[in-house]
């Protein structure tokens, strides 16, 4: 049985590089691949047991055309020449009666493969002068505030946590979302590192962690400032590391003073000693890391949030060391270039946390046609069930084009299969470890499916834009991506011949030793002036709580292990509960496996509760990437979710949502008292 290469694509930290076992034409295993030492071991039970993702009842083979209702689901097999000859067609009508940005593209992170998004799509999308979309349903306060800040330096490499005395898990929980680091941080609280998690639940690294500060979602800026706070007044910050190397000081140091412990507790939930205990001990580690996620940016304050805590390294002095620093997002450990020459039009910009209301109001010109790919917005933008109503428009000629049957698809025109990374060349790289892959496919397509690079491609010429020098072949389209790589023609022959390359700051580089901020003084700004000028009211304002007495449960919504996103969460049989803690479910007569509806004003779910101490009092929890079967009235925790925008860089407040919970049997007896009609998700 062949055993062949390949790299995980998926929008995951860790980058998984794969040995896949073939046999009969089929992904029958998939294993870690040692060449790439960060995943040799083991890789996710997701990607182990793909082969029931390929090769299920989901899976998309065939185009088809719609053959009911929209949302209904029903569909009729077209051949591929029916199906994009149809989309040109309108597409070409589209545009002469109302122009190119009547079409919206909509895309997310489905693959992160760089084939696969801003490739041959770009090119489509700008030669009709569509309207672009801001791809801001995460990372996006994130990518501000390092790009604010540190001009997205690369941050330290996993294998250098081992090196830490100190590690600060903020905001994130690798033990489903980046699992490579689990062992790692295990190893160094073996040998003796100190462990400080810091999120609303206890997760499994809470639970080893020697301090968890079960923070309130949306305070982490406060938090963060009080820390910089205790740092400045009690002479612990590295005055000769700031006078070097930061811009910005005074006025950070100005915007923390008015957040003393006492202050900061009554926002956070932290108790005043346990932040002056943190601040105390953080100062005097070294070498300290934290590890900051993307839990914190979800909220109106979350652009600041992610600035502050990036800011506390440098305000303690912690660089310059092995496994002292930071991490964020490591992608930027690759500078990519554009696969495609076309420069993106001036034009109508929407932000896509807003999908919902342009499809239902956007004039001059209305959106006509919808074409979603790498995406599943149904279940994973925020305000549900005005998408809903969106994509149940009538007159909104959509196009869904996906490897899985999602939730989205039954509310397409024209439904195109594509393929999985196992089924087509793809480039990669990763966000937590810093490799760069490129697989080539391991099977062929199933039934019809079709790579993106392919469709697009296809469509550019059957909608008359082709221009010379244009290409779909994936290799020629990895070389323009890597033209600006000091040694495109070595690098190319590295990742043909092993799969994977590590970037030229080597595989663990230090910060401030081996790679240094990208800003124009090679400084780190702790309050620069664009970001300043963005926030609403400033860099590091502390907008409070979004709760209402009617409404005062905060609605988390954290990754599962079991999915990315919404991806293989069509494989979790059952209904999926709501996590309470008990003291909550007492005061509203909710025991464990309680049938309940958790609503606001923007709508309302139907699913069990499940009792945990796992979560904070006031705190609930729903998975993201749920599919409408997962619950039972059809719709998600985004059902609850406002379309409001973070701080900096638009980005979605998923963790905003706040709520109130009561068993069924109580919304019923309301509902006959009121006869109150009540909107369902689906
Ligand atoms: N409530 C709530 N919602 C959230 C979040 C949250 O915290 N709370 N988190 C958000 C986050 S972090 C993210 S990143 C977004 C993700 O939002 P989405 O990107 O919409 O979600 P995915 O599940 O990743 O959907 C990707 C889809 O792309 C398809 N796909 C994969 N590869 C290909 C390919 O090669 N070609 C094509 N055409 N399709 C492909 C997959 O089958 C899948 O259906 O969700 C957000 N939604
Ligand atoms: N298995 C799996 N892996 C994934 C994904 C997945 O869906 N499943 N998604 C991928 C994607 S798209 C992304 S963006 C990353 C995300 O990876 P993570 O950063 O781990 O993202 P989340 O699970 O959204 O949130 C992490 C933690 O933040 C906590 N949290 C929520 N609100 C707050 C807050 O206000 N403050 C603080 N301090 N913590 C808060 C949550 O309880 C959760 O434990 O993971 C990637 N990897
Ligand atoms: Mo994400």
């Known amino acids: 049985m062949p055993v062949l290469p390949s790299a995980c694509p998926l929008d995951c930290p860790d980058h998984c590089s794969l040995n896949v076992t073939v046999e009969e034409g089929k992904v029958v295993r998939v294993e870690d691949r040692p060449a790439n030492p960060l995943t040799a071991g083991f890789i996710c039970g997701k990607v182990r047991r793909i082969a029931r993702h390929l090769y299920g009842e989901d899976r998309l083979r065939y185009p088809a055309i719609r ?10 097999r077209v051949s591929w020449d029916e199906a994009l000859d149809l989309i040109a067609l309108r597409f070409a009508e589209i545009r002469r009666t109302s122009g190119g940005e009547a079409i919206l593209p909509y895309y997310y992170g489905g693959s992160n493969g760089a084939l696969t998004q801003d490739a041959t799509d770009a090119r489509l999308f700008r030669r009709l002068g569509a309207t672009r979309i801001l791809r801001t349903l995460c990372a996006a306060a994130t990518g501000r505030a390092t790009a604010g800040l540190y001009g ?40 003796g590192a100190r462990l400080i998690v810091i999120d609303p639940r206890k997760t499994p690294l809470a639970k080893l962690a020697h301090r968890h500060l079960a923070v309130r979602p949306g305070t982490d800026l406060v938090l963060a400032m009080a820390l910089a706070r205790w740092l400045f007044v009690n002479g612990r910050a590295d005055d000769a590391f700031l006078a070097a190397h930061a811009t910005g000081v005074d006025q950070f140091r100005e915007r923390a003073m008015p957040w003393t412990p006492a202050a900061a507790a009554t926002a956070t939930g932290i108790p005043a000693a346990d932040i002056e205990a943190t601040a105390a001990e953080y100062a005097d580690a070294s070498p300290a890391v934290i590890r900051c996620g993307w839990g914190l940016e979800r909220n109106r304050n979350g652009g600041s949030a992610v600035a502050s805590v990036i800011a506390l390294p440098a305000v303690a002095g912690k660089f310059g060391v092995r496994g002292g620093g930071y991490t964020l997002s490591n992608s930027a450990a690759w500078k990519l270039s554009p696969s495609v020459d076309d ?32 995406a599943n917005p149904m279940m994973t933008v925020p305000d549900q069930n005005k998408v809903q109503q969106g ?28 393929t999985t990374f196992l089924e087509h060349t793809e480039l990669s790289r990763g966000y937590g470890s810093m490799s760069l892959q490129l697989a080539t496919p391991v099977v062929a397509p199933e039934g019809e499916a079709r790579p993106n690079y392919q469709v ?17 072949d994936p290799i020629e389209l990895t070389r323009k991506i890597l033209a600006d790589q000091a040694n495109t023609d070595g690098l190319m022959a590295t990742i043909a011949a092993n799969g994977v390359a590590v970037p030229d700051s080597g595989e663990c580089p230090i910060q ?29 304002h502390w907008q409070p709580d979004p709760g209402t007495p009617r409404y005062p449960l905060a609605l988390i919504s954290p990754a599962l292990a079991t999915t990315i996103s919404s991806t293989f969460a069509q494989l979790i049989p059952g209904i999926i509960p709501v996590e309470i803690h008990p003291d909550d479910a007492a005061s509203r007569g909710i025991v464990d496996g309680s049938a309940v509806r958790i609503h606001n004003e923007l709508g309302e779910v139907h699913t069990t509760a499940r009792l945990s101490t796992d979560m904070s009092p006031g705190v609930v929890s729903l998975p993201k990437g749920l599919w409408a079967r997962h619950t039972t009235n059809g719709a998600t925790a985004n059902a609850l979710s406002p379309a409001t925008h973070s701080d900096l860089g638009g980005n979605a407040c998923f963790n905003d949502a706040r709520v109130e919970i009561e068993t069924l049997d109580q919304a019923n007896s309301h509902r006959s008292k009121f006869a109150e009609p009540h909107r369902t998700g689906k």
């Open 67 to 76: 053959a009911g209702k929209k949302g209904e689901g029903r569909f009729r």
């Open 152 to 191: 997205r330096m690369p941050g330290v490499a996993y294998p250098d946590y081992e090196n830490a005395a100190m590690i600060l898990v903020w905001g994130q929980n690798p033990s489903a979302s980046s699992i490579h680091l689990v062992p790692i941080i295990r190893r160094a609280v073996e040998k």
């Open 343 to 374: 420069a993106e039009p001036i034009g109508r910009v929407i932000n896509m946390n807003d999908l919902g209301e342009a499809l239902l109001t956007l004039e001059s010109p209305r959106i006509e046609a919808l074409f979603v790919y790498n």
């Open 391 to 418: 994509m149940s428009r009538e007159d909104l000629f959509t196009v869904i084009f996906d490897s899985m049957a999602t939730d989205s698809a039954r509310y397409a025109d024209v439904v195109l299969p594509a």
């Open 456 to 472: 697009f491609g296809d469509l550019v010429r059957r909608c008359g834009l082709s221009k010379p020098g244009d290409t779909d």
């Open 512 to 540: 401030f030793v081996d790679v240094f901020p990208r800003t124009d003084d090679r400084k780190v700004h702790l309050c620069p002036a664009d970001l300043d000028a963005e926030a609403p009211q400033g860099l590091y």
